[in-house]
C-alpha cells in the first residue's frame, strides 16, 4: 500500500534549520510529484513548494525562497525538506503529500511532523 | 501568491446541505480546471476529497461535490452527518508548478 512515512518531531532554536524527511512506499517513486505542506497552530494549510521526483527539478513558494530546500534522494526512495533561518513564526506541523501531476491535488500524504522553534 | 478565500466559517443541521465557497482570481481558480478540496480533522492528515473541480476519489461520499464558475469554487456537502464537522480547504494550480490553498473554512454540524 502507499505509504508515506516522515520523520520524527524536532526542537529547533532561532536561527537554525531543520531538515524533515519523507520515505515513500508503495508505488513508483519516479511517478508522483511531492508537495511540502505546513500548518502552524490555530492556522490553515500552507503550500511551501514541490519537488519533481524524475530529474528533482523544484518550485517553491515565494514566502520560501531562499530558505527552503526541497532534495530526493533516489537510492532510498526519501525526499527532504530543509527550511533554513528558522524563527518562532515557522513552529508548525510540516506535511509531504503527492500528487500524480504537478497540481495541488494529493491523494495520500505523510503523517507529518512538528517542528517546534524556540529560544 | 495570496491566499485563496474562503468564508471562517459555516453550519447546517443534520441532513440539511452546505455550500462553501473559494474565490480566487483568473490565475488561478478562474485561469484552470484544477480546484480540489480537502478536509482536515485535528491530528490528522489532510483528505482528498474533490480534485479537478468536482471529480470524487475513491471512497469519498457522493455527498460530497464541487463545482465551479468563473473566479470562484464550492464545495456542497448534503446531508450532512456529524462527521462531517471538521476544517475545509480549497487549492488551486496556480500556474508554473505553484500552488495555493485558501484559508480554511471550519465546519459545524448543529
Known amino acids: 500500500q502507499v505509504q508515506l512515512v516522515q520523520s520524527g518531531a524536532e526542537v529547533k532554536k532561532p536561527g537554525a534549520s531543520v531538515r524533515v524527511s519523507c520515505k515513500a512506499s508503495?508505488?513508483?517513486?519516479?511517478?508522483?510529484?511531492i508537495h511540502w505542506v505546513r500548518q502552524a497552530p490555530g492556522q490553515g494549510l500552507e503550500w511551501m513548494g514541490i519537488i519533481n521526483p524524475t530529474g528533482g527539478s523544484t518550485t517553491y513558494g515565494q514566502k520560501f525562497q531562499g530558505r527552503v530546500t526541497m532534495t530526493r534522494d533516489t537510492s532510498t526512495n526519501t525526499f527532504y525538506m530543509e527550511l533554513s533561518s528558522l524563527r518562532s513564526e515557522d513552529t508548525a506541523e510540516y506535511y509531504c503529500?503527492?500528487?500524480?501531476?504537478?497540481?495541488?491535488?494529493?491523494?495520500?500524504w505523510g503523517q507529518g511532523t512538528l517542528v517546534t522553534v524556540s529560544s | 501568491q495570496s491566499a485563496l478565500t474562503q468564508p471562517p466559517s459555516a453550519s447546517g443541521s443534520p441532513g440539511q446541505s452546505v455550500t462553501i465557497s473559494c474565490t480566487g482570481t483568473s490565475s488561478d481558480v478562474g485561469g484552470y480546471n484544477y480546484v480540489s478540496w480537502f478536509q482536515k480533522e485535528p491530528g490528522k492528515a489532510p483528505k482528498l476529497l474533490i480534485y479537478?473541480?468536482?471529480k470524487r476519489p475513491s471512497g469519498v461520499p457522493d455527498r460530497f461535490a464541487g463545482s465551479k464558475s468563473g473566479n470562484t469554487a464550492y464545495l456542497t456537502v448534503s446531508g450532512l452527518q456529524a462527521e462531517d464537522e471538521a476544517d475545509y480547504y480549497c487549492?488551486?494550480?496556480?500556474?508554473?508548478?505553484?500552488?495555493?490553498f485558501g484559508g480554511g473554512t471550519k465546519l459545524t454540524v448543529l
Open positions: 479537478e473541480v468536482n
Open positions: 503529500a503527492r500528487s500524480y501531476y504537478d497540481i495541488l491535488n494529493c491523494d495520500y
Open positions: 487549492s488551486s494550480y496556480a500556474g508554473d508548478s505553484r500552488g495555493v
Open positions: 508503495g508505488y513508483t517513486f519516479t511517478t508522483y510529484y
